[in-house]
């Protein structure tokens, strides 16, 4: 079966064909960084409006790419959580084209992609694994032992881990988006002369809490008034080497507990080099397999939404003809695919 995915959660409009035979034959991605860079973070509502410019080119580009449309058989977009504006867009053109098409259409879960993304890769890991999923808006790890079955192991209490990138990075005087801007900088610096907590590891627990270590950064910079570039990039070093730890023990303890010989790291802050190469180094001491999306499948993009989307049709999954956005869905709502009745 040949999907073609639709993604407009945030602040980037992506479209790919994947086939569950060929694999991923397409995809393409246009992102809005530019247009929100001048406020500092995404803008809703130009999200909305400028998802509607770029999302019917993009479509027939990919499309084309993809085989052509005679050989799609089925539509998939994110249906949340996100930005409601600008889901619907996406809804709605994913529900219309597939009216027009008489095609079969799914709704799917922006983490669920996330999630799934290393099956994009040329050697997928295989179920059960442990996952870790670090993004813009969510931290959790997860036990995956197969589509729509995911036992929650532990999660973030406040700020997600990109979230504390993000917000670090403005205290910082650094630009939208700040996790990038923030790793790079952080590799001018030096990594002991801040040293900030590494949050909830000091008790047992899979769960994670960021928004105090944002504070500890505050604390620590208060009083030196004008920083000069080098300190800087002490701070990013020393910050991004506190959560850095940070995930990595809990992977661990993640590891420890459930027995898994694979694990599995997705979602944006999974595109951050020392986190790559923290989690590989554990992953070798511990005789355990470590996956990862290639970088660009990390953050958002619509291979993942196609794979999903592809999975989930071609066990029978459909929905109604309702065009569904939803700003929040949590993820413990989600099921295997089941056949439509
Ligand atoms: O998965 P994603 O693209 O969107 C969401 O679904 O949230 O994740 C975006 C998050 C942002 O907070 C961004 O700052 C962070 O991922 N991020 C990074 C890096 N690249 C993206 N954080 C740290 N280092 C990076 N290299
Ligand atoms: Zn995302």
């Not at 479209?15 to 809703?44: F, I, N």
């Not at 950064?217 to 570039?229: I, S």
């Amino acid at each position: 079966m040949r999907v073609l995915g639709i993604e407009t959660s945030c602040d980037e409009t992506a479209a790919a064909v994947y086939d569950g035979k060929a694999g991923l034959l397409a995809h393409e991605l246009y992102s809005q960084v530019a247009l929100h860079a001048t406020y500092g973070g995404v803008v809703p509502e130009l999200a909305s409006r400028d998802h509607l410019r770029k999302l019917l080119p993009l479509l027939e580009k990919t499309v084309e790419e993809g085989g052509g449309r005679a050989a799609i058989d089925g539509i998939a977009y994110t249906s949340g959580p996100g930005l409601v504006g600008a889901l619907l867009v996406g809804a709605a053109v994913a529900r219309s084209l597939a009216y027009a098409w008489d095609l079969p259409c799914i709704g799917v879960h922006h983490m669920e992609g996330h999630l799934l993304a290393p099956l994009l890769e040329p050697e997928p890991p295989q179920f059960p694994f442990v996952a870790l999923l670090v993004s813009g808006g969510h931290t959790l790890l997860a036990r995956v032992e197969g589509v729509g079955r995911y036992e929650l192991l532990g999660t973030s209490l406040d700020d997600a881990a990109g979230e504390a990138f993000d917000k670090t990075a403005k205290l910082l005087g650094l630009g939208y988006p700040g996790g990038p801007q923030l790793a790079a900088l952080a590799e001018q610096g030096r990594p002991d002369v801040f040293r900030f907590p590494r949050p909830l590891t000091e008790r047992p627990g899979l769960d994670f809490s960021f928004s105090g270590l944002k504070t500890a950064v505050v604390v620590a910079l208060r009083n030196r008034g004008e920083l000069d570039p080098q300190a800087r990039a002490d701070a990013a070093r020393g910050f991004e080497e506190a959560v850095v730890d940070t995930l990595v023990i809990k992977c661990q303890r993640a590891i420890d507990a459930t027995g898994a010989s694979t694990l599995v790291v997705a979602g944006g802050v999974g595109a951050n080099r020392r986190l790559r190469a923290r989690m590989l180094a554990m992953g070798e001491r511990q005789g355990v397999r470590v996956v990862y999306p290639r970088a660009e499948f990390c953050t958002d993009n619509a291979a993942m939404i196609a794979l999903l989307g592809q999975l989930r049709l071609a066990a029978g999954e459909r929905d109604d003809f309702s065009i569904r956005a939803r700003a929040r869905w949590p993820m413990t709502d989600l099921v295997p695919p089941s056949p439509a009745a």
